[in-house]
């Protein structure tokens, strides 16, 4: 007997990690997607998750993980460096991220690209019952809604991107883009964070693949039609809420803040250390305000954590060695005995220290050239519960165009981004509460199990009009 819900990703939940005497622990996975995700499968029992449990082990039997259904995809060490740091992320990445780093166009990496999405629809074909839903997410794996389709016409498809889907412009760069195009067409609700993606897609199709459209539906020569919508991603706002509040996160956020040497404001920025998320920049233009003495090391500390992520990459490399040495200049220059002007941390932390970390921070820096969403914006906001604390926050992060309230930046502009630390630092209390007050609305009334719902709701909707076209 099959699964009613087939969750497909390119990572599960938890990722399978080798420590240095090596051994093998799990850790949870990196990224927006498996936080998004994860709550869920946990309201939806009987699911099953089909993802890749990180390192190349074979023949992994399907487990459970803290009472979620995982079946482990296997990869080989040629699929990891031509699918996944390939194709995903040395071509799609940065192409859908506004070409911030040159993408790199590879035949080998393509062919890899179908024949690990071909594996995944093979998986999840295999998993559904008779007329089950699967999800399938994010840009490792446009190509499963078609392939799954052509195997189970049967299935209810979604198909969510979690990053950008980039203007046409950028896109027809791509040698393979009708295939990912069609490839996309597969599912019959296609989802984006923001109504600008959906309509870059649309546009798209009826240009390079030549189907007629109207508004958000394209219309299939089978009769089929497929629609792509806007359904911007979030947080479980209330779980972070009650973590923020419990007596342990309220004690971390305090011994923080001590072993920060109490300094009067708190910025903080936590990223995956990625090229997108404008970590260099945010960090030079926090020291020129120092330097131009604005404020001192004894008054403010900039703490960032940059979590890491694809290393074996080697923009992600590059990346590293510039912010060690800007880091390392910083504090140089401008730091004294035990007082940085930046602490920094690479490292990835649980939840509980997170919202720890949220909760010590008086300024949340969120600064990308481009993000799909940015949940960390989210979680900050849902952390604090004394409706206090200022969020600045790049206008190309797709966060941006619910949380109006933030002090929003150009993230290519260093002096409007060193103007609006500043403002954010020198902020009355109270216009600081009446922005937060406002944010905070927003968050608590669209959370993570509103966007399920809302994308489940319109497949069932899409597929069910579908469904009696056929059978009429
Ligand atoms: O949310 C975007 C995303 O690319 C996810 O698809 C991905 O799982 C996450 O960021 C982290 O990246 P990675 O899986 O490559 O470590």
């Excluded at 911007?232 to 009650?242: C, K, L, Q």
């Excluded at 609006?420 to 509460?433: G, M, N």
Aim: proline share 5%; hydrophobic share 40%.
């Amino acid at each position: 007997m099959g699964h009613d819900l087939v969750i497909v990703a390119n990572r599960l939940p938890v990722d399978r990690v080798t420590t240095p005497s090596g051994e093998t622990t799990w850790r949870r996975s990196p990224g927006g997607l498996v936080a998004a995700i994860e709550p869920v499968m946990r309201t939806h029992g009987g699911g099953v998750w089909i993802g890749w449990p990180g390192g190349t082990d074979q023949d992994m039997e399907p487990f459970e993980d803290d009472g979620l259904s995982l079946v482990p995809m296997a990869m080989t060490e040629q699929e990891i460096e031509e699918y996944y740091e390939g194709f995903s992320n040395g071509t799609l990445w940065p192409l859908y991220h506004d070409v911030v780093a040159k993408p790199e166009f590879h035949r080998e990496w393509w062919d890899a690209y179908q024949s690990v999405n071909k594996r995944f629809a093979e998986k999840a074909a295999e998993l559904a019952a008779k007329n089950a839903t699967v999800w399938v997410h994010d840009y490792q794996l446009q190509l499963v809604p078609q392939y799954l389709r052509d195997l189970r016409p049967d299935l209810k498809i979604g198909f969510y991107l979690h990053i950008p889907f980039p203007p046409g412009e950028l896109f027809q760069q791509l040698p393979w883009r009708r295939q990912i195009l069609e490839g996309l067409l597969g599912a019959d609700l296609v989802g984006f964070q923001l109504p600008g993606a959906a309509q870059n897609f649309v546009r798209l199709v009826r240009q390079r693949v030549g189907h007629k459209t109207h508004r958000d539906l394209v219309y299939l020569p089978d009769g089929r039609s497929v629609r792509a919508a806007a359904f911007p991603i979030s947080i479980d706002a209330a779980g972070f809420e009650e973590l923020a509040q419990s007596d342990a996160v309220t004690d971390r956020a305090k011994a923080i803040r001590e072993a920060l040497g109490n300094p009067t404001k708190v910025f903080l920025g936590i990223d995956r250390l990625d090229y997108t998320k404008g970590i260099y920049a945010r960090l030079r233009a926090y020291s020129e305000l120092i330097r131009d003495g604005h404020f001192d090391v004894e008054d403010a500390v900039f703490v960032q954590v940059a979590v890491p992520s694809r290393e074996q990459v080697e923009q992600y490399r590059i990346l590293r060695d510039e912010i060690d040495r800007l880091v390392g200049r910083i504090n140089g220059d401008l730091g004294r005995i035990g007082r940085p002007a930046i602490s920094y941390l690479h490292t990835s932390y649980p939840r509980e220290e997170m919202a720890a970390l949220y909760r010590a921070a008086d300024i949340m820096v969120v600064t990308p050239y481009r993000d799909g969403m940015n949940l960390v914006a989210k979680e900050y906001v849902a952390c604090r519960v004394e409706e206090d604390g200022a969020l600045v926050l790049s206008e190309f992060a797709g966060a941006a165009d619910e949380l109006r309230q933030a002090w929003l930046v150009n993230p290519y502009d260093i002096n409007g981004m060193k103007a609006a630390l500043l403002e954010a630092y020198e902020a009355e209390p109270k216009e600081v509460t009446r922005r937060m007050r406002a944010m905070r609305k927003t968050i608590a009334q669209n959370d993570v199990k509103a966007w399920a719902s809302s994308f489940m709701t319109e497949l069932e909707d899409v597929s069910g009009v579908e469904h009696q076209k056929t059978v009429r």
